[in-house]
T-cell receptor, first 113, second 115 residues
């Protein structure tokens, strides 16, 4: 079992839909949870960052962390064609190794106009 | 520069040749990281630099892979005697010390193809 599991999709939705992306993980030492967006032939860019459990909202994006279930989610409201990209979840432990990210494989999202 | 710069953006090499990949981090970022993104795989950690030293090389897949960083700035990832399984996108990231993974800025990567 990989440390981080993420459904690779692909996921195709109409413009304006609510998108739900999620990851599960097995390492209870993970404390930092991130979502990255990666456009084709570009590097990943940080979308959302959450420490420990809870919710975080930024505009149309909401990140949720449930450490008891080892499950994280990213919700995108009012999705736009410009949201079409690969979404990667990433996690790291606290302390001296917090620099080291463990990534999911990514979910390819297409938002159709 | 404004972002993390990687060169070349694409590299095609013959099996058995050596390749060098370059990363120019954001000015002032003391931490630098290399990751590899293979088809069907997530990003895999390769190596972490703090200044010019590499306290964590645990992700380098074999002794054919090495990396160095000079002047606390530019880093070079070298792959000797390339194999087809080395084909991947090699991504570099940098961050301020202490920011951890959420402080990364990634470059656009070098797409390596070994034929």
């Amino acid at each position: 079992q990989k440390e981080v599991e993420q459904d690779p999709g692909p996921l195709s939705v109409p413009e304006g839909a609510i998108v739900s992306l999620n990851c599960t993980y097995s390492n209870s030492a993970f404390q930092y949870f991130m979502w990255y967006r990666q456009y084709s032939r570009k590097g990943p860019e940080l979308l959302m960052y959450t420490y420990s459990s809870g919710n975080k909202e930024d505009g149309r994006f909401t990140a949720q962390v449930d450490k008891s279930s080892k499950y994280i989610s990213l919700f995108i409201r009012d999705s736009q064609p410009s949201d079409s990209a690969t979404y990667l979840c990433a996690m790291s432990a606290s302390g001296g190794s917090n620099y080291k990210l463990t990534f999911g494989k990514g979910t390819l999202l297409t938002v159709n106009p | 520069g404004a972002g993390v710069s990687q060169s070349p953006s694409n590299k095609v090499t013959e099996k058995g040749k050596d390749v060098e990949l370059r990363c120019d981090p954001i000015s002032g970022h003391t931490a630098l990281y290399w990751y590899r993104q293979s088809l069907g795989q997530g990003l895999e950690f390769l190596i972490y630099f703090q200044g010019n030293s590499a306290p964590d090389k645990s992700g380098l897949p074999s002794d054919r892979f090495s990396a160095e960083r000079t002047g606390g700035s530019v880093s070079t990832l070298t792959i000797q005697r390339t194999q087809q399984e080395d084909s991947a996108v090699y991504l570099c990231a940098s961050s301020h010390t202490g920011q951890g993974g959420h402080g990364y800025t990634f470059g656009s990567g070098t797409r390596l193809t070994v034929v």
